[in-house]
């Protein structure tokens, strides 16, 4: 079925360190993947994506990793700062459709 | 504007009311989704148009849910006699390029639909 998850619903880091978020998906013949961020009023925006044919993408402060032998998803966040803190999804891309994560909250102490 | 608007913001309605909510894409995409935010849960999809017609509705959950796009730009999602669990954020995106793999879907701010 399709279905995407994740496995840490919050994460506390210190600000200047870096963050992990990772994100399981059971569609084995999904070939897209994004990475969205959420802040509380707002819709999701973008942060990166990566297609099936790579392991690893790499974008300003963020890297996505993709394992797809354990069918795995992260993104790293590198010097997470306070404006990083939101809730973040992975989705997949399902023909015309995302299919979303439930999202993991991501808090930056100070 | 430059991105998605979404009208109104919030909602409040009695369970059994109609409502319709309102969706403005960037000028200029074609494709056109709606999905559903639970609280703490990520966005669900609802219905996908493409230019006037509804090319995928199978995110629907029932036939009290409708949504329109006449003349391909501004939709309206309608909801009939709503139901307690109606209430949620309901997201509009829209995409430059359908069907396009790696097309951006940008999304609005949600309008927050309390059903009491």
Partial sequence: GESVG???????????????INCAYSN????????????????????IDIRSNMDKRQGQRVTVLLNKTVKHLS????????????????????????VFGAGTILRVKS | GAGVSQTPSNKVTEKGKYVELRCDPISGHTALYWYRQSLGQGPEFLIYFQGTGAADDSGLPNDRFFAVRPEGSVSTLKIQRTERGDSAVYLCASSASPGHPTDEQFFGPGTRLTVL
């Fill in chain 1, 6 to 20: 994740l496995h840490l619903p919050t994460l506390s880091v210190q600000e200047g360190d870096n963050s992990i």
């Fill in chain 1, 28 to 47: 084995s013949a999904s070939d897209y993947f994004i990475w969205y961020k959420q802040e509380s009023g707002k819709g999701p925006q973008f942060i």
């Fill in chain 1, 75 to 98: 993104l790293q966040i590198a010097a997470t700062q306070p404006g990083d803190s939101a809730v973040y999804f992975c989705a997949e891309q399902y023909g015309n459709k995302l």
